[in-house]
């Protein structure tokens, strides 16, 4: 009887350790998603906010690009 007992709770304690390790294993996993939803947010805002940049300074200090075709290097 009481080896049916133990072979129980040895059962119960290894599918809580299965478990736990799935747990941790999609905790893992959950963590990495939202690292990778952070870089993705920044790079959006970093793209969103360069045009925004360029128009606002055309608009209020009536800035323009400069003509490539008019840029020289100086090499020493």
Do not use: C
Request: proline share 5%.
């Amino acid at each position: 009887m009481s080896g049916i007992l133990l072979a129980g709770v040895v059962f119960v304690n290894v599918a809580v350790l299965r478990l736990n390790l799935q747990l941790d294993s999609q905790t893992n996993q959950r963590a990495k998603l939202h690292a990778q939803n952070q870089a993705l947010e920044s790079q959006l805002a970093s793209a969103l906010a360069s045009p925004r940049i360029q128009a606002r300074a055309q608009h209020d200090l009536g800035l323009q690009p400069a003509d490539p075709s008019t840029i020289r290097y100086v090499t020493p």
